[in-house]
């Protein structure tokens, strides 16, 4: 009987799968921008820019992201702002998401030789130059693996959506349990959340497939040299 509900809500499980791939993928893209924005202030050479960065960082870093879901979605409508389950979803994770992610840039930036980036200025190379040809190539190589690692965090922290009302994957699968055991009785919770299991599992692992493809693809400049 267990393995039927798997099959009988194939069209449930295939919608909350996109719904969690939406979630993710929207989180992800806000979060390096965020990332990418607040890592690059935080290296800023104005003290004032580079205190308020990392005020935001640790700030979001040191909130649970299951505070920053419940916040932002009973608490935003305070200040007027009304956000649905999905898009508070997002919310919460990409400001999260973007506070670690800025982290992982800023420490990135830095592994770069000081000394490189002077010896631009006092060349007279433009500061975008210095960015995009001096500190982009070096710094992409340490922050791919812990990046990656923070987008394998966001793709299970999709699951939080559950607790605001969100049709995502775990919440699929408590809908399917409750239904299975008011109608027809048992616990078939050990099945469906197997499979739900299974899902991540493989999403995780192709992800991490792809960030070693990545990191070879970078090295590979390197080796050569």
């Not at 992610?101 to 420490?107: L, P, Q, T």
């Not at 010896?119 to 922050?143: E, K, W, Y």
């Not at 899902?199 to 692992?205: P, R």
Request: charged content about 15%; overall charge positive.
């Amino acid at each position: 009987m267990s393995l039927h509900l798997i099959t009988d809500n194939a069209g449930l499980f295939l919608r909350a799968a996109r719904l969690s791939a939406f979630i993710f993928l929207l989180s992800a893209s806000f979060s390096t921008v965020i990332a990418v924005l607040l890592g690059g202030i935080a290296t800023s050479r104005v003290g004032m820019l580079r205190t308020v960065a990392r005020g935001i960082t640790e700030f979001f870093r040191d909130v649970p992201q299951i505070v920053s879901v419940f916040f932002v979605f009973f608490g935003a409508p305070s200040f007027g702002l009304q956000f649905g389950p999905v898009e508070a979803t997002i919310v919460s994770l990409s400001l999260w998401g973007g506070a670690n992610g800025a982290e992982i840039v800023r420490g990135g930036i830095c592994a770069v030789p000081r000394h490189q980036i002077e010896s631009a200025r006092a060349l007279g190379v433009r500061s975008l130059d210095i960015f995009f040809r001096i500190i982009v190539p070096q710094a992409i190589r340490p922050i791919i693996p812990a990046y990656a690692g923070l987008c394998t965090i966001l793709l299970q922290s999709t699951s939080l959506g559950a607790l605001i009302g969100a049709t995502e994957l775990l919440k699929s699968a408590q809908i399917v349990i409750e239904r299975a055991a008011y109608f027809r009785g048992g616990m078939p919770g050990i099945t469906v959340y197997a499979f739900i299991l299974l899902i991540y599992f493989v999403a995780g692992t192709a992800m991490t497939r792809g960030t070693r493809r990545l990191e070879k693809i970078f090295a590979a400049p390197t080796r050569r040299q």
